[in-house]
């Protein structure tokens, strides 16, 4: 593995490599990994990996070590560091069938990362594009005033909306960072007539009816409007494949009390379970057992 002079074959790797004992501690680094990964260009040895990498980086390495110590086999996995985003491969070294440490090695691919980001900056566009169209159809057709065109509209801005949401969940993917949980306050009443207006020409074609039923007392809770109605809407569609014609589904919403805190619960009313009319006492009805919960 060295030359006479001490210096390591694995210096003539383009690629950073980091050997680390089955301790946690580094036992070598070559001169990429010093390069790239260690500010001011400081020897890491004896450093442990914990120390090397930060956020998630530090706990994807430790994982991966982990892994291979316990296995006994070599482990891929993803890294972003120092704003570069890398594929590693961590592998066990042996001696005499005993483990006795484990080397990773980094492949750098910004070119992945970088052409990801472009799609991102590329779908921008066309959304901005869709939200003048659709203002604009808003204005010619006199769609404020005539419901059938403001409904369009309104279904279309709000995906979006939504559309928008996932953008920005992607680019803080892709930029290392972790989503944020929202700190807003949900107003459930508006997400449900949000996903009854989305899902009305599904009900209509299937010939069933769905009834949206709001405790008139309703109040909010923290949590996120878009994952809301996402969850909402694919579970009510995952019931109306199974709702007979002419039947109804109930979509109810009230307020719970629970073991952390205030919040909502919304559920799906079993399809052969009649469903009170809009001006039935919303609350009692809520109290029964749906087929489906989405709780805030």
Same mark, same amino acid.
């Given at each position: 593995?060295? #030359? ?10 383009? &690629? ?12 070598? =680094? ?19 990996? *914990? ?8 706990? &994807?390495?430790?994982? =991966? ?7 006994? @086999? ?13 594929? *590693?491969? =961590? ?32 779908? +921008?566009?066309?959304?901005? @594009?869709?939200? =003048? ?6 204005? %010619? ?17 709000? &995906? ?33 007539? +949000? ?25 909010? %809770? ?22 007979? !014609?002419?039947? %109804?589904?109930?979509?109810? &919403? ?21 469903? *009170?009319?809009?001006?039935?006492? %919303?609350?009692?009805?809520? #109290? ?7 709780? !805030?």
């Amino acid at each position: 593995m060295s #030359d006479a002079q001490g210096q390591s074959l694995l210096d003539f790797l383009e &690629a950073p490599v980091l050997v680390g004992d089955p301790d946690g501690n580094v036992v070598f =680094a070559n001169e990429t990994f010093i390069r790239d990964l260690c500010p001011g260009g400081e020897q890491p040895h004896g450093m442990p990996l *914990a120390l090397l990498f930060a956020g998630g980086g530090r706990e &994807a390495v430790l994982t =991966a070590v982990a892994e291979v110590c316990s296995r006994g @086999e070599s482990v891929k996995f993803r890294l972003r560091e120092g704003g570069n985003g890398y594929l *590693a491969l =961590a592998s066990p070294i042996q001696h005499e069938e005993s483990r006795v440490g484990v080397i990773i090695q980094l492949t750098d691919e910004p070119s992945m990362d970088s052409r990801l980001l472009d799609f991102h900056r590329e779908i +921008q566009e066309p959304l901005d @594009e869709t939200n =003048a169209c659709l203002e604009e159809l808003l204005e %010619a057709t006199g769609g404020r005033r005539h419901e059938r065109f403001r409904d369009l509209v309104e279904r279309g801005t709000q &995906a979006l909306v939504r559309a928008r949401k996932w953008s920005e969940e992607l680019h803080t993917i892709l930029c290392g960072g972790r989503p944020k949980m929202s700190t807003d306050t949900v107003n459930p009443g508006r997400v449900l007539h +949000q996903v009854e207006g989305r899902l009305a020409p599904e009900f209509n074609k299937a010939r069933c009816r769905l009834d949206v039923l709001i405790d008139p007392k309703l109040e909010g %809770a923290l949590g996120d409007e878009t994952l809301l109605e996402t969850a909402l809407v694919r579970l009510i569609r995952q019931r109306l494949s199974d709702a007979p !014609v002419d039947g %109804a589904l109930g979509l109810l &919403a009230r307020n719970t009390d629970g073991d952390t805190g205030p919040g909502v619960l919304i559920s799906v009313v079993d399809p052969g379970m009649p469903v *009170a009319s809009a001006e039935g006492d %919303a609350g009692s009805l809520a #109290d029964d057992e749906g087929q489906g919960d989405a709780a !805030v």
